[in-house]
C-alpha cells in the first residue's frame, strides 16, 4: 500500500495534530505525516512531534512584510517534503487566496462548529449566544472563504444545561479527534474523491 504524505500545521497545542500522528501509526492507516510547520517556535504540539519523530519546521508570520510572502514560505516547505494534502491543527492564520487557490483539493481544516454555522472565531460562545442545543464539528475543504469550504464529515455534541464555552468545547475536543483522522483516512484511502 503507498500511503499518501500528509503535512499538518499547527499554531498551538497541536491536540488534533496529535490524533492525526497517533491515527497515522496504525500500519493499515493510508496516510504517513511527514511534516508539522507552526508559525510559533515555541507551539507546545512541536515536542510532540519530535517525540515521535516527525520532522518539523517553524518560521513567524511577523518576519515577513506580506501574507503571500509567508505562504510562499509555507508553500516551499511542503514541496520539499513531497505532501500529498494538508491538514491544518489550529493554525491560526489565513491564507492568501493564491495559496489557497494552489491547495484546493489538498487542504482540509476541522472547525469546532456545524457549518456553515458559526464561522470565524469563538464558535462555542456564538451557540451558546444563539441558544442552539446542538453543536458540534465539521472537518471541510479549505478553499480561499473562511471556513467556507464543502464539508467532509461532520460530528454532533449536545448543549448541555449550564455549558460554558470551555466545557462545550472540552466536549466538542472529544468529537473533532474523532472524526478528523476518519476524515483523513476516507481521503487517503480512496474513499472520497479529492475537491
Not at 520539499?80 to 484546493?104: E, N, P
Not at 442545543?133 to 472563504?145: F, L, M, N
Request: proline share 7%; net charge negative.
Amino acid at each position: 500500500m503507498s500511503r499518501k504524505r500528509v503535512a499538518i500545521l499547527i499554531s498551538g497545542r497541536g491536540s488534533n495534530m496529535q490524533a492525526l500522528i497517533e491515527a497515522a501509526k496504525a500500519p493499515d492507516f493510508p496516510a504517513e505525516i511527514v511534516g508539522v510547520f507552526s508559525n510559533k517556535s515555541d507551539a507546545p504540539g512541536l515536542d510532540f512531534a519530535r517525540a515521535n519523530g516527525v520532522p518539523t519546521a517553524t518560521r513567524s508570520h511577523k518576519d515577513f512584510a506580506t501574507r503571500e510572502d509567508f505562504d510562499a514560505v509555507i508553500d516551499q516547505t511542503l514541496t520539499a517534503w513531497q505532501v500529498d494534502y494538508v491538514c491544518l491543527a489550529g493554525f491560526m492564520r489565513i491564507f492568501s487566496t493564491g495559496f489557497a487557490r494552489k491547495w484546493t483539493g489538498r487542504m482540509l481544516n476541522i472547525h469546532p462548529s456545524l457549518l456553515p454555522k458559526y464561522k470565524g472565531l469563538h464558535p462555542h460562545q456564538q451557540a451558546l449566544d444563539d441558544g442552539a442545543s446542538v453543536h458540534g464539528c465539521t472537518v471541510h475543504w479549505v478553499i480561499p472563504e473562511l471556513d467556507d469550504g464543502p464539508a467532509i464529515l461532520q460530528a454532533q455534541v449536545p448543549i448541555l444545561p449550564g455549558d460554558t464555552a470551555e466545557t462545550l468545547a472540552a466536549r466538542t475536543l472529544v468529537a473533532e479527534h474523532r472524526i478528523y483522522p476518519e476524515a483523513l483516512r476516507m481521503l487517503a484511502s480512496g474513499e472520497i474523491a479529492p475537491l
